[in-house]
């Protein structure tokens, strides 16, 4: 992309007639971009007028640069900045350039009347002109302030304004034209283009042309085409447009005592933020917001309705169902906030509609009824952070577990429960191998996982412990486990897979978890019999 600079001198010497728009702050900038626009007018009317201040020079020039800073930053077309009179004289001017070359503003007109000026459209006639000669010098102290060779300097003729003649305008275009201005702006407030059409008649392209049609401006935009204008100035319609909207809107709102009537006719809160970049930060938040406080994320897989259930999931799926009276999920939704983790996906399928737990987002496996763990963990990838729990919705846990979990310094890590294999017996599944029993004398003992199975091996090796449903993925382990999904996915039974064939393939692709042994605590719900221990087990460990 072109600098700005080289872009606003390229639209006022294309040839062509371009048009431009008033913007007078960052969101409206953005708007005007959006709408197809090479270029942005940040007129001094609407920059006051946003402040409810008048035209006048009420608004200092740091504040206007201040303004226009948010606008440069927020867009790639160029800004023509209505730099007034350039805010007193030419070494007001110089400051001003310098400045506005920092901020990435293209361009600045300014207007041959007084300090503090008045608009144009208001008392014009009684409106004195600056003398030709100190106006010049303004125009060459600005041309000779410039720190790059492109920034224009468009510089507007105000006699008609004032009710002079054409004589008069064409002898003060000439006179700026010989400064050094890179455009000469010829402004008129009649109702019909006589005066500027007479000028541009004249004038023949001595210099590019800009002109702004606010008075005029039921004339057919063909007659600046062949009247050989350049540049086309919509000076002042967005804080137009917003005056009328939010004079409708608060008396509607007035009116009514309700938003039911306005809410349709407003843009929504996401179409704030998609205007402010939100979704940019929540990428850049995973790219860059490590250490100390850094975001943990936590997917919640809960597509399934519970087998052995039925009655009690007609119209709720397991995860929903109360123990000691609260959901599951908000038991979980509930220990992951407590551990400040506030970035919760749900990955739900049956009876999505009826989750109802305010602090998680809730994503949709719209196959559940057919497809394992992993289809429903493919929904959530772009969930992943740098640091993401991934966790079966139907656990329950005790906090300081997943507070254990966090505390551990492992690209992957998997809960494995070392205490229950005599209970999993005949209801085994996630049995975990791995490099090293439990030795519960040692803190932090380093352990991998070898391999996750469904059924105990009749024979062999005993398992080593049970994978709880929980396991923590960071930094690295985000790629290993987005490049093992990959793999799984080539395969035909993609579909039917669960976690274990995850880990599985973590441990085959040579990144095996890191295991991290705990001794109870924990439950899962997969019957009736569980639902009712489940009661005891919350009331039991109390959180
Ligand atoms: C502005 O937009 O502030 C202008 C154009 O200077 S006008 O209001 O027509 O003077
Ligand atoms: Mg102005």
Redesign the pocket.
């Known amino acids: 992309m072109l600098p700005k600079t080289t872009q606003l001198k390229n639209l006022l010497s294309s040839g062509e007639t371009d048009f431009i728009l008033?913007a007078h702050n960052g969101l409206s900038a953005r708007i005007v971009e959006e709408a197809g626009f090479k270029g942005i007018?940040g007129?001094?009317?609407?920059l006051s007028a946003q402040h409810a201040v008048r035209?006048n020079n009420e608004l200092s020039w740091t504040q206007v640069v201040d303004q226009l800073a948010f606008m440069t930053d927020v867009t790639s077309i160029p800004i023509l900045l209505?730099g007034?009179t350039g805010y007193g004289d030419f070494n007001n001017m110089r400051r001003l350039v310098r400045k506005l070359g920092q901020i990435g503003v293209a361009g600045v007109c300014i207007?041959d009347k007084l300090f503090p000026k008045t608009?144009?459209?208001i008392q014009g006639e009684a409106q004195p002109l600056e003398d030709i000669q100190t106006f010049c010098g303004k125009i060459q102290a600005g041309k000779d302030s410039q720190a790059n060779d492109d920034f224009c300097i468009v510089a507007r003729v105000e006699a008609f304004i004032a009710g002079w003649g054409l004589d008069e305008a064409l002898k003060r275009a000439e006179a700026y034209h010989a400064a050094g201005a890179d455009a000469i702006l010829i402004?008129s407030k009649h109702s019909q283009p006589d005066q500027v059409l007479g000028f541009a008649d004249e004038w023949a392209n001595r210099c590019p042309l800009v002109i702004?049609p606010?008075k005029y401006y039921a004339t057919p935009t063909e007659v600046f085409e062949e009247a050989g204008v350049s540049l086309v100035?919509w000076?002042?319609h967005m804080i137009r447009t917003c005056i009328s909207a939010m004079q409708s809107t608060a008396s509607n709102i007035h009116a009514n005592r309700s938003l039911i009537e306005c809410e349709g006719r407003v843009a929504t809160v996401s179409e704030i933020f998609r205007l402010q970049g939100a979704d940019e930060l929540l990428e850049a938040e995973k790219r860059y917001a490590r250490g100390g406080g850094h975001p943990v994320s936590a997917i919640v897989l809960a597509a399934s309705r519970g087998h052995g259930m039925d009655d009690l999931t007609q119209d709720r799926p397991k995860v929903m169902l109360p123990v000691a009276g609260i959901p599951m999920l908000r038991r979980q939704v509930d220990k992951f906030k407590k551990q400040g983790v506030n970035d919760i996906s749900v990955v739900a399928g049956y009876r999505h509609d009826a989750i109802d737990v305010q602090g998680a987002k809730i994503l949709h496996n719209k196959d559940w009824e057919t497809t394992g763990e992993l289809a429903s963990l493919d929904c959530a990838m772009d969930s992943f952070t740098t640091d993401t729990v991934i966790i079966y919705g139907d656990l329950l846990f005790r906090s300081y577990m997943l507070h254990n979990l966090l505390d551990w310094d492992a690209d992957l890590l998997v809960a494995v429960d070392s205490s229950m294999l005599s209970n999993v017996i005949g209801n085994a599944n996630d049995l975990a191998y791995c490099s090293a029993p439990d030795n519960r004398a040692m803190y932090q003992q380093k352990v991998s996982l070898e391999k996750v199975i469904s059924e105990p091996e009749s024979r062999g090796k005993q398992a080593d412990g049970r994978w709880i449903g929980m396991m923590r993925v960071a930094g690295q382990g985000v790629e290993y486990l987005r490049s093992a999904m990959q793999t799984l996915k080539q395969a035909d039974n993609f579909l039917s897979l669960g976690m274990p064939d995850l880990l599985n393939q973590l441990i085959k692709d040579g990144h095996a978890p890191q295991v991290q042994y705990v001794n109870g605590h924990w439950m899962d719900i997969n019957n009736l019999g569980d639902l009712e221990r489940a009661g005891a087990f919350e009331h039991t460990t109390g959180e």
């Open positions: 008033e007018w007129s001094g009317l609407a035209d209505d007034d207007e608009n144009s459209f402004h702004v606010t100035i000076a002042n």
